[in-house]
């Protein structure tokens, strides 16, 4: 697992009961190398952007993934869950796609859509069809239809893509809003994860007390994570979300932020 990771996949791992085994991520996301070096036969990544930290796995490392994959026979569990908001480049394509027998590919409509929708998606290794197919019928016995046949019905008629273009601007508006703010700001903070996605990550210099400057924010009715709600160890970083903002309401609140960074 990544580390820091979505600490959600590390209780479902666990509850599984299987060790979850942390692998640091850098700048270009999770350490192919260590990852080798662990004994782990599962892979559990966000390659897109990662959770949390926002960085997109390198060009080589998803080839040295999925090279690590095919030589211990093992499996890459791809969680795309953010992927449709790309800003600045060509989508990446899914590592999916370089082995399809070796990634299960998860995808949902919570951030495109609405997360009260529950619909997800895996496309999965053939040989793993069937047992997949078990495990969700023991877990529910299926997904809600009539909403399925409704997010069908809306990208039969292109909506879905009509509506991926249309938030896609709408969210690059925001957070150039944000970013363009925090370099006004807290220009000695580095700003990371910005080009895909709804949140982008906030370092600050050492000494700072994220979750003290969360609370204060929290008292000020800015809310946001912080890098040490992710279980991670790591610079004092604020994960900032910009997907429900109004992008005029962005630079206020930025400041707002800066002053409590300060006095806290
Ligand atoms: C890393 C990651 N994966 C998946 C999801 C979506 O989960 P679901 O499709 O169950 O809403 C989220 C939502 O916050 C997430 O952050």
Redesign the pocket.
């Known amino acids: 697992m990544e580390d820091p990771c979505?600490v959600?996949?590390r209780h479902i791992v666990r509850h599984a009961g299987l060790e979850p085994v942390p692998v640091p991520v850098d700048d270009g996301g999770m350490r192919i190398d260590i990852l080798a070096r662990s004994g782990a036969d599962v892979a559990l990544v966000?390659p897109a952007h990662q959770?949390p930290t926002g960085v997109v796995l390198a060009p080589e490392r998803r080839t040295a993934l999925v090279a690590w994959a095919e030589e211990h026979d093992a499996i890459v569990i791809e969680?795309d869950?953010?992927a449709e908001h790309r800003y600045d480049r060509d989508p990446v394509g899914a590592l999916q796609g370089l082995a399809p027998e070796r990634v299960v590919y998860?995808g949902?409509?919570?951030?495109t859509l609405a997360?009260a929708l529950?619909l997800?998606w895996l496309v999965v290794p053939q040989r793993m069809v069937e047992s997949i197919r078990r495990e969700k019928y023991l877990a529910d016995q299926g997904t809600a239809r009539i909403e399925q046949h409704a997010f069908a019905d809306f990208i039969a008629r292109g909506e879905l893509d009509r509506h991926l273009r249309r938030m896609r601007s709408r969210y690059r508006a925001r957070r150039d809003a944000l970013v363009t703010a925090l370099e006004r700001e807290l220009p000695e903070a580095r700003v990371k994860g910005i080009a895909a996605g709804l949140h982008v990550t906030v370092e600050l210099p050492p000494g700072h007390d994220e979750q003290a400057i969360k609370a204060a924010a929290h008292q000020a009715s800015i809310r946001f994570s912080v890098l040490g709600d992710y279980d991670a160890s790591g610079p004092p970083t604020l994960m900032l979300g910009y997907g429900a903002l109004a992008e005029a309401a962005i630079g206020a609140g930025v400041r707002e932020l800066a002053r409590i960074v300060r006095e806290t």
């Open positions: 979505f959600y996949h966000t959770s969680d869950y953010d998860g949902t409509a919570s951030k997360p529950r997800g």
